[in-house]
């Protein structure tokens, strides 16, 4: 028996439809066959949280295990957690590099630098051992305190993990904002503080030798307005 396979492809974005394939016997069922549109548009995902609140208009509490309404939850709270982790990563990563700009903001605010214009890359590099140190006090009390028979603390490895990490990048070089132009440390000396301000600024990557990693320079935009306050 001979078989007619119809297969219509429409849209850029294939995944999101469903490939219906219609099979006959014969050109006239084909023509008895109402009309259909094999492409059905997949359902846009929900929130977490709408479906809850799908769920509570409807009065309902309780979901079966097998049911479709159950896989729409578990798929809606793996995606919750996905962006959550995402979310906090990125704050973390935001509130690191905040951290080491502040630090930068308030050694040449010192009052021995706020007269100098600008700094040499040498300079630059003593900042920075500086700041990776600034823990150093902490974690030699951690490790003074702990017993000869018992493992680290949390605290302890979470700051000697962040020194490695910090003296890995040094070594081939370590992002920090550009103090060897003038423009810049003027502008880094009126910081506010913001996230906003802080995407202006020109950073440069400086390796543990006190030299400028070649292509390590970051040019970004102009300050915007109120995001700095000059005086």
């Not at 995944?15 to 394939?21: A, G, L, M, Q």
């Not at 301000?197 to 030798?209: A, F, G």
Request: hydrophobic share 35%.
């Amino acid at each position: 028996m001979q078989r007619t396979y119809l297969v219509e492809i429409q849209g850029e974005n294939l995944e999101r439809y469903f490939i219906t394939v219609f099979t006959f016997s014969s050109v006239s069922e084909l023509s008895r066959t109402p009309q259909h549109n094999p492409f059905q548009k997949m359902p846009a995902s929900k929130s977490l949280s709408k479906l809850k609140k799908g769920m509570a208009k409807k009065g309902k509490t309780i979901v079966h295990p097998r049911g479709r309404k159950f896989a729409q939850l578990t798929r809606a709270t793996l995606r919750d957690e996905k962006v959550a982790l995402k979310k906090k990563a990125h704050n973390d990563r935001r509130s690191r590099e905040l951290g080491r700009v502040k630090f930068m903001q308030d050694v040449i605010n010192m009052d021995a630098m706020k007269n100098k214009e600008t700094f040499t890359t040498d300079e630059i590099a003593v900042f920075i051992s500086q700041f990776i140190a600034r823990d150093d006090q902490e974690l030699k009390e951690l490790i003074k305190k702990r017993r000869s028979n018992r493992p680290p603390t949390t605290k302890q490895q979470m700051l000697q993990s962040k020194k490695d990490l910090e003296l890995e990048e040094f070594k081939k070089g370590f992002l920090c904002p550009d103090l060897t132009d003038v423009q810049n440390v003027i502008f880094l000396r009126k910081w506010n503080n913001s996230f906003g301000s802080m995407s202006t600024l020109k950073l440069m990557r400086i390796d543990e030798n006190g030299k400028q990693v070649v292509g390590g320079v970051q040019r970004t935009n102009e300050p915007q307005t109120g995001d700095v306050e000059m005086a």
